[in-house]
């Protein structure tokens, strides 16, 4: 009884200080990180104003209430739009982030719901399907978003995420721009919905 007590009170420390995330969403890329063609087209190179998919996987560790970490990869497809030449990019990035709970600014919200914002420094490989697989981009980004969590159980979470990651790029850099096409080395937009699992309990739950 000693041993499985000591057990017990060991795992009450180290409860919920890491989880496991897995979203899925969609993405918009902004217009501006495309190379545009030399050549007259009857409209600028462009992705669909909607993207899928968008899938962030990552890893959290809470610090205390208030403050945390967590390392996330996401992968982003971006097509072109309806008018414009055929491509397809894969967009990777990975970040490290900061996390703060901020749900205590708003005192109204139910104690199961949950505000958090993220943000940090990251890299980004984006890199065109194809023939065009030569016009891969790599540079670096930083992403802020926030998220709004339920509370399905102490040790599941369900959530949707709004992000933005901007990239520390030039697009006017193609030289020449006429073969860049599919080259992006811009910004997006992502929104993602997900759930969160404890790997270790539920030690910062209220």
């Not at 007590?5 to 919920?16: I, R, T």
């Not at 899928?52 to 610090?63: C, D, E, K, S």
């Not at 005192?107 to 990251?122: D, N, Q, R, S, V």
């Not at 040790?155 to 901007?166: E, G, I, K, R, S």
Request: net charge negative; hydrophobic share 35%; proline share 4%.
């Amino acid at each position: 009884m000693i041993f499985f007590s000591s057990l017990y009170g060991f795992s009450q420390q180290e409860e919920d200080k890491l989880r496991f995330q897995l979203a899925v969403g969609f993405n918009h890329a902004f217009e501006h990180g495309f190379a545009q063609p030399d050549q007259d087209l009857s409209t600028d190179i462009a992705g669909h104003a909607f993207n899928l998919p968008t899938i962030n996987v990552g890893a959290q560790y809470l610090l205390n209430k208030r403050w945390g970490a967590k390392l996330d990869l996401g992968y982003n497809r971006i097509s072109n739009a309806n008018d414009v030449p055929d491509f397809k990019i894969n967009y990777v990035r990975i970040n490290a982030q900061a996390v703060y709970d901020y749900s205590h600014v708003f005192g109204i919200l139910p104690e199961e719901f949950t505000l958090m914002a993220h943000g940090g420094p990251g890299y980004t490989v984006a890199k065109p399907l194809g023939t065009l697989k030569d016009n891969k981009q790599n540079y670096l980004n930083v992403m802020l978003g926030t998220d709004l969590s339920y509370e399905l159980s102490r040790n599941t979470t369900v959530f949707t995420d709004l992000a933005f990651v901007y990239g520390f790029s030039n697009p006017e850099d193609y030289s020449p721009p006429e073969n860049h096409l599919g080259a992006f080395n811009g910004s997006i937009f992502t929104f993602t919905v997900g759930v969160s699992l404890s790997l270790s309990g539920c030690y910062f739950c209220n």
